[in-house]
Structures are given as structure tokens and as C-alpha cells.
């Protein structure tokens, strides 16, 4: 039997139920994500199909219902991992969001949370993130109805009880506490004065020269120590930065092409490709949605 293949489709949206994240219903056929990171914890829950993706040295496959979390910052690709594709639903759930409900959780306070490499597979959380995650949705599409006089109020309490009892879940029975990052820790702070100079101007032209001599190092020896780190050479990783440092003004309100402008991009097509590349849409439509 041949079984019909998802579309490329991705719909990302937002509720003030969960500040400062960004919430994706989406399903993916032909799509590939090409290396990247983000700055919010993310929990997907695979509704259909399987995923493959490279994650810290491995490569790994997240079929139905399953949560392949990815921790904030670090490297991951995406694509499909069976003929179809595809279908998933994602939180991007802020740091600090995620940090301080673990502290609630154990009454005190608690290291940042950190999770295992490996996809869990766990289908009772599974159903409560994807329960989470629809209740979210439908009340997001029906907030600006529920603006009209007289019209019926969703019930919030169980959409946040949802909410809460999901993370919940996923702290008490996957966090860990953070894993002591790898290499030389002489090297640590090299690094972060990389990082540090490519984050300070977004616009600013910059060489590798630059970043060496503020290190001390060689140009090829700061390159590849910036690559061992951090897992993309310093122009790729600037780029990361600079779709990440869009997103703000893009919620706000600003057009695409000030945002392109003002995060250091050549210009508006530069930007588009590379925020499709990570994102799976345009930066217009993940404004629209």
C-alpha cells in the first residue's frame, strides 16, 4: 500500500498564555533543516510519521509519539526519516519560563534543566503535550471572537492547568541538570570573546582577523577552536544569531525588510532564504500567522 505523503505546510503562532514563546502545527515532506539552534528549550511531540536529525554527534529517529526535545543552543538539523514525512507540533518554550517552574516544582531553587540526547519515548507525555499544545491552539484562533460582547469565554483554567501539568511532567520525569561543557576550560572564555564581539553589532563587517586578535590566536586557530565549540564556523553561527535577533522585531510589528536591514543581512532575499532555511516559511508568514 502506498501511503500519501505530508505537504510542506507550517503554521506558527503565539498565546499569552505561554509569554514570549512560539508555538508551530506544521507537517513537512520535502523540507530539510539545515543546521541551526535555538535560544528557547524545544519540545516537539511527532503526531505522525518519523523525523531524522543530527544532535550531538549522532543521528537520530523520532517516530509518533514520541518528544525529541532539543535544549536551547545547540546544533540540530531535521528531515524526514520515512517515505510520507512529517507531522509534529513544537513549543519553543523560553528559558527562563522552563528554569523557574522547575524551581517551583522542587520547592527551591534548582540548576537550569537539561535533557539527554535521546529521543523519549515516553506516549503518556506524548498525549499531554499534544493535548497541551491543540487546547493552545484552538484558544488562540478564538480569542478574537471572544472579544465580542457577550460572547462565551474560554475556560483559561484548564487550558493553563494543561499547560502545566505537561511541562510538569516532562521536568519530573526527563530534566537533568546541565552537562559541564566539553574541552579545555582555558579555551571557555576565548570562545565566549568570540562570541561576544560577533553579538555586539549584528551590521558591523567583521574579519576573522578580528576575532583572532582579540583572542591571541592565529585566524586558523580561532576558527577552529570557535567551530569545536559551538559547532558552526563564526560566519554561520553570526547568521544563527541574526535569525534569532529577528524574531522580537518581526512580533512587533516591523516590516521584513527593516528587519533584514537592522540584523546586518545584505538585503531582504538574504534574509528570506536563510530564516525559510531555518524556520520552514517566510519570515512574512511566520509574522502573519
Not at 127 to 152: I, K, M, N, Q
Request: hydrophobic share 40%; aromatic share 8%; with cysteine.
Amino acid at each position: 500500500m502506498t501511503l500519501s505523503r505530508f505537504r510542506d505546510f507550517a503554521r506558527y503562532w503565539r498565546t499569552p498564555l505561554l509569554p514570549g514563546a512560539d508555538l508551530l502545527t506544521a507537517e513537512y515532506h520535502d523540507h530539510e533543516f539545515t543546521p541551526h539552534w535555538h535560544e528557547a528549550y524545544t519540545i516537539p511531540v511527532i503526531e505522525d510519521g518519523a523525523e531524522c536529525y543530527r544532535y550531538r554527534g549522532a543521528q537520530h529517529v523520532a517516530e509518533a509519539g514520541s518528544v525529541p526535545v532539543i535544549n536551547p543552543g545547540e546544533l540540530h538539523t531535521g528531515s524526514r526519516a520515512v517515505d510520507e514525512g512529517w507531522r509534529y507540533r513544537v513549543m519553543y518554550v523560553p528559558v527562563d519560563y522552563l528554569h523557574t517552574l522547575a524551581g517551583e516544582i522542587a520547592g527551591r531553587a534548582e540548576p537550569l534543566p537539561w535533557f539527554d540526547a535521546e529521543v523519549i519515548r515516553d506516549p503518556d507525555l506524548a498525549r499531554r503535550l499534544s493535548r497541551t499544545h491543540r487546547l493552545l491552539e484552538a484558544d488562540a484562533d478564538r480569542r478574537p471572537a471572544a472579544l465580542a460582547p457577550g460572547a462565551p469565554q474560554p475556560d483559561l483554567l484548564a487550558v493553563e492547568g494543561a499547560l502545566l501539568d505537561a511541562l510538569s511532567a516532562l521536568l519530573t520525569r526527563h530534566a537533568r541538570t546541565r552537562e559541564a561543557p566539553m574541552g579545555s576550560a582555558a579555551n571557555e572564555p576565548r570562545v565566549e570573546i568570540m562570541k561576544a564581539l560577533l553579538a555586539a553589532d549584528l551590521t558591523a563587517p567583521l574579519r576573522v582577523a578580528d576575532l583572532a586578535q582579540a583572542v591571541g590566536l592565529s585566524p586558523f586557530h580561532a576558527t577552529r577552536l570557535f567551530t569545536q565549540a559551538t559547532g558552526l564556523p563564526p560566519h554561520a553561527w553570526r547568521t544563527q544569531l541574526r535569525l534569532q535577533r529577528a524574531l522580537g522585531p518581526l512580533r512587533a510589528g516591523a516590516s521584513v525588510a527593516e528587519v533584514a536591514a537592522a540584523t546586518g543581512f545584505t538585503d531582504q532575499s538574504h534574509f528570506t532564504r536563510h530564516f525559510r532555511r531555518m524556520f520552514g516559511v517566510p519570515p512574512g508568514r511566520w509574522q502573519a500567522n
